[in-house]
């Protein structure tokens, strides 16, 4: 179980470590004051609008307490619909409602919802209850995506994003995380989900790992990984890459879901994204990184730099 | 890439003052690195005279330089009496002048000190054989007197100590008789015991000093005698025939015949009180450095009022814990909830000791989360959710203060030490740690903070580090060097090393 390796060994397998993530590529690419339009999802819909930039459209948002009286006639001939803190991380406060139950709303799972029920709920996000340190916040209502079924059959539960990291607008790498029983429907690698590693150049899965062993197959559903082909990989990649020449945040981490009709959509941006994708990908991000910065100087607009990193990363 | 070298300047400056600093306090104003007592000597002469109702001076000789000495308190001035220190051809005195004194005069002078080790320098004699002076029947006497004494002596010093007993205990043999015939009084033996060893090529000298030894006594000036033997100079107990260390006594110059001169009175005498207490080596190395005026010295915690020390205490041992917790950080990679929490922690344990410490943290922590876990349903906003947990924490630690006395289980009193704010918070994020990624992670955070909170406790109770940020406070500088280096050191944790473990793997 605790088995250790050697600095030098990590270094020739080109592997980017905490420390070094935070001192080289957050601390020099990423201002602070940049921060907040990631770190507030409605900051992020505004600069992404009008870009051609995907996302779940924007359907309102809850300001004030005021607001909150008047939800029930806001929403009175919408079906499904998403409300999110704008300021909440980790899937905290976030109601999905897949449909309409006479006066109630139907949440996935198939259980109802009444609108006192759902206005006690984005009346505590505006209070900041779902907020990071408690902060006041805005509660936005957004379009429910409708998911595309390319991962039917890979996830025991939920919908899996895409996860992708830009450096300087660059994508380097792209994975998946596969929740599992194990995980507990979560999707995170050390709970037990699977990483599933996605080539840059075509879409494809590249290697599963579970506890940072190989696995062949999913788990649970018994799904073969290798089958996973991402659709409309080149516009995906295409969208996240425009995300950095809205924010300027030359390492940053685009969440993205697939939408039956509309294709990929950004869901959120990150600006500290994590390293578990090099484990997902069996491979360190180093030598990538240094190639991305080799390019330095060179003008390229987002799709000659998707294009690019197509072609280098394949 | 530019704030390298930057912080490598901020760095080098930080360690150069910081070490320097140190060096210096402890090289030139003989600080301890590391935490001991020291026994200060507090003489104090008595000088008493009849005065003749004009104008009187008293001047005391002191006792000889010696680097060993390093004074922390001198009692200057005196009623009516003006005092200065002079000097003249190496001999320090004293001198005390009124314009007109009547009576009964008494003077109290007292002078403390502590001695360094190694205490007095060893100069060897300059002449290769001492002179040799004795001449007729005195001569034969001497050599009578050294052929008995050198039968059971196997060493130069041996014989000297034979010598000496012989000439003050055979006082009727008749050849001591014949070296003693001139002597006037009786303590004044020992010149003729260094003419005799002379003769064998032994250099002596004679030495008055005062005897620095007991807790409390009442001395006067003594001799003793000095014998250069096997290559250092050996001080002799002229009573006890035996070696005495250098550091017990506090000798007077050599050649000094009265100690004090008293102008404008008679009947003038002089008596030593000799006192020791034990005293911290820190508090003394700031006194004596105060006392030399010297400005560094006083940077020190030992030169605040008692009272104020103990806060600045605990305040100076923090940015020790916080190094304890940048280390397992950032170059262990422990995982702690509250980036500072486990500082307070280690606090706590500081007044709760670490065992105690721990079960009462567990103890609280463990049912505050069970408390907790009924409040999550109610979907209470954060403030008011606090509110709450700062009350069970409140009504926990009252429920163990209580149990603990009516069991007779005292130690339980100690839980009052912890910091109730605090800990209401870890109980909160904790419990949303839990709901939100399970119990695992409450685990490996749970557990990450108290190991880093028992190890910086481990670290700051220890008297040697305690010691050093007490005495060095610049040593604060180093900490500050160190910690900005961890800040911009890019390798990898040591976690790390297991957890990409799997990447260096080859697939085969
Ligand atoms: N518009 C939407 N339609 C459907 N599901 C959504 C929508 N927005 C969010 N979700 C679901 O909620 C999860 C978390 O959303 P995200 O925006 O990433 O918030 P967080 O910052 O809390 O992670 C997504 O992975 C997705 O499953
Ligand atoms: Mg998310």
Redo the contacts with the bound molecule.
Sequence with gaps: MFKFTTPAKLNKAGVIGMNRRNVELIAQNNPRRLYPLVDD?LKTKQVTQGVGIAV?AMIGVVRTQHHVGQLGEFLSDLKGF?I?PSK???????L?ITGRDGEDFVKPSGSCVTLKELQHHVSSTLSGLYSLGGNPDVAMI????E?SDVFEGFSYE??P?VRVILFRGYPVMAMTRLSTRESDGK?NLHQGAVGLGIDIATGRSLKAVQHGKPIEHHPDTGRKLSELKVPYWETLLNLTSRCYDVTGLGYLGA?I?LDKNLGPLL??LNARPGLAIQIANGMGMRPRLSLIESQRGIERNAEERVAYAMEAFG | MKARPQIYIMVSLLLFIGLGLTIYKCYVLGFMFTPGTETVWQVQARMQFEAEGGPAKVILTMNAPDKSIRPVFREKFFEDYECVFVNEDGVRKAVWTRDDAQGMQVIYFRADFYRLSPPVEQVPPTDENPQDVLEGPQRLAGEDILLRASETATSELALAINVLGMMDEERNDPYVKVLLEEVEYRTEYMGQVSKVIAMEGIHSRVVRGLRLQGKYTQRSITTFIQVFAEGKWVLLDPKALVEIPFSEVLLWPENTRGLLDVYGGSNSSVTFSVSSVKNSAGQLAVDAAQLSESKLGDFSIYSLPIEDQNTFKLLLLIPVGALVVVVLRNLVGIRTSGTFMPILIALTFMQTTLLLGLLLFLVVVGVGLVMRYYLSHLNLLLVPRIASVLVFVIIIFAAIGIASHKLGWHSGHAVMFFPMIILSWTIERRSVLWEEEGPHEVLIQGGGSLFTASLAYLVMISPNLEHLVFNFPELLLVLLAIIIMIGSYSGFRLLELGRFEPMTRSDE
């Excluded at chain 1, 909440?88 to 976030?94: C, D, P, Q, V």
């Design positions: 999802k779940p998403v999110k909440g991380s980790g899937g905290k406060g976030i999905v957004e379009t429910l995506v998911f939920g919908v994003d999707a969440d879901v869901l959120e």
